[in-house]
């Protein structure tokens, strides 16, 4: 299995409106790519300088299936918006025995 976590720090304009948009607009690609397990949004609490704002948890049955994902045109369409309104993202990706 491999989990594939991203961070997101967002920028300050709209932030909280910005935020709640895509938490729904990545909790809706579970139903629109097969390819996707399982998927966890979380808004972070934290107030660290450190800390970033969104975490997103998501599970696939092997690599081949998280590259059908990244190149999925609904996901696409995510990635546009995330750049509109994040300052910075961060990624890690793992094989989960």
Not at 82 to 90: G, N, S
């Amino acid at each position: 299995m491999i989990v594939h976590i991203v961070f997101f720090k967002f920028k300050n304009e709209n932030k909280a409106y910005n935020m709640a948009k895509l938490q729904k607009k990545l909790e809706d690609l579970e139903d629109s790519i097969d390819e996707l397990n399982s998927m966890e949004v979380g808004v972070n609490f934290n107030e660290s300088e450190r800390a970033y704002d969104m975490s997103l948890y998501a599970t696939y049955d092997g690599v081949l299936e998280l590259k059908a994902y990244q190149e999925h045109p609904d996901h696409q369409k995510v990635v546009e918006f995330i750049k509109d309104v994040c300052e910075d993202t961060k990624v890690v990706d793992y094989v989960l025995e």
